[in-house]
Antibody, heavy 123, light 113 residues
């Protein structure tokens, strides 16, 4: 059974950092591009970042570029999102998501999502 | 950035009736080399992550009831739920994965009338 389990969220003050993790199981993690998507309380879905299957290719939304870093450890089947210089507007549930198509840049949407981890930025 | 505009923002439909949700992209998400529309639909229930319902604009994800269907091409797309059931109450989002930044529509809340 495919599972994605996020962790690492919490309450932090503006300017602080967190490292979010997404533990994957039930599939060959190293074959899939992975994404982070966030959702502010009561709001819609916003794409944050992606990373290629081998970790060599990454991309970010303009709103997080320079502050967030996506990475992965295929030996540990884990995806990461280092979030620095946090702002109030970064408050959201952060989801990791798997693309539908393995070993491909033609994704077909996101077929598995984690339950999310809540990041709250407040003084 | 490709802007995804959904309509309506919400709709109330009687059980057993049809729900229709529209999604318009600010530029085409049809990739000419493979003739595929890079458009997905998701269902999100309260307190849950999104669930993939439709991909490539019209392909139903495995396990999704056949009352769900997607149509459209280029810039105009529709998600149709035939014979609405109580368990279909949710917010539905369209998403383009044609180019980065990937973008989602604002969501359509479907309720029972």
């Amino acid at each position: 059974e495919v599972q994605l389990v996020e962790s690492g969220g919490g309450l932090v003050q503006p300017g602080e950092s967190l490292r979010l993790s997404c533990a994957a199981s039930g599939f060959t993690f190293s074959n899939y591009w992975m994404h982070w998507v966030r959702q502010a309380p009561g709001k819609g879905l916003v794409w944050v970042s992606y990373i290629s299957a081998d970790g060599s290719n990454t991309k970010y939304a303009d709103s997080v570029k320079g502050r967030f870093t996506i990475s992965r450890d295929n030996a540990k089947n884990t995806l990461y999102l280092q979030v620095n210089s946090l702002r109030a507007e970064d408050t959201a549930v952060y989801y990791c998501a798997r693309v539908r198509e393995p070993r491909s840049t033609v994704w077909g949407g996101f077929d598995y999502w984690g339950q999310g981890t809540l990041v709250t930025v407040s003084s | 950035d490709i802007v995804m505009t959904q309509s309506p923002d919400s709709l109330a439909v009687s059980l057993g009736e049809r729900a229709t949700i529209n999604c318009k992209s600010s530029q085409s998400v049809l990739y000419s080399s493979n003739n595929r529309n890079y458009l997905a639909w998701y269902q999100q229930k309260p307190g849950q992550p999104p669930k993939l319902v439709i991909y490539w604009a019209s392909t139903r994800e495995s396990g999704v009831p056949d009352r769900f269907s997607g149509s459209g091409s280029g810039t105009d797309f529709t998600l149709t739920i035939n014979s609405l059931q109580a368990e279909d109450v949710a917010v539905y989002y369209c998403q383009q994965y044609y180019t980065t930044p990937l973008t989602f529509g604002g969501g359509t809340k479907v309720e029972i009338k």
